[in-house]
């Protein structure tokens, strides 16, 4: 490789020359040396990011598992990763997990206590139901045995009337009209 300039003002000219085997020499090791650089570069990037990955994918893993367990009502335990957004995702979900199952207590403890009122309910109701039956069945017979002497006292006051036309008339009229007032409530009752 040869190089010159004229210098125009001395009338000069320089030539700088070199052997090309020695430069290319020094350009090929320089060429490897570089090459070699930028893969080892490559290759510790390589390895940082498949480690960072692993922590990533762990860190992710850890939440799904914790998202998991919480959605199927199980206590979360917080894990640290060492990665500070999924350390504090995490804590969430452990907060998260103990306000969940203090509601879920909360609620099994309402859910009891509406059962057993609904069975107290039921009960009462069968109770009323049942007393209701016997009032029932009570103003039925009350309504009979009430009956039952009404229609004698009705009848001799009948025979009364045909025997007897001036004798006890008002009485028969009181005893008649008390006896029909009390027909009647029978017949409501």
Same mark, same amino acid.
């Given at each position: 490789?040869? +190089? ?11 030539? #700088? ?36 990955? @692993?922590?990533? #994918? ?14 199927? &009502? ?7 990763? +060492? ?21 879920? &207590? ?36 009350? &309504?009979?045995?009430? @009956? ?42």
């Amino acid at each position: 490789i040869i +190089g010159f300039t004229k210098l125009p003002r001395w009338g000069l000219s320089v030539i #700088v020359g070199a052997p090309v085997s020695s430069l290319n020499q020094v350009v090929s090791t320089a060429l490897v040396m570089y090459a070699a650089t930028l893969a080892l570069s490559l290759l510790v990037c390589l390895l940082v990011a498949k480690t960072i990955a @692993r922590r990533i #994918v762990a860190g992710i893993a850890t939440l799904q598992m914790h998202a998991r367990d919480m959605g199927q &009502g199980r206590a979360v335990k917080a894990q640290a990763c +060492g990665i500070a957004e999924f350390d504090q995702l995490s804590k969430s979900l452990e907060t998260a997990s103990m306000e969940r199952m203090a509601v879920e &207590g909360h609620r099994r403890v309402l859910v009891d206590n509406l059962d057993r009122s609904l069975r107290s309910i039921r009960a009462a109701m069968e109770q009323a139901r049942e007393a209701s039956a016997a009032k029932d069945h009570f103003l039925a017979v009350l &309504g009979h045995e009430l @009956r039952n002497p009404l229609a004698p006292i009705v009848s001799t006051l009948d025979l009364m009337d045909i025997q007897g036309k001036d004798v006890y008339r008002r009485e028969r009229t009181i005893l008649r009209r008390q006896a029909t007032h009390l027909h009647h409530l029978v017949d409501d009752l």
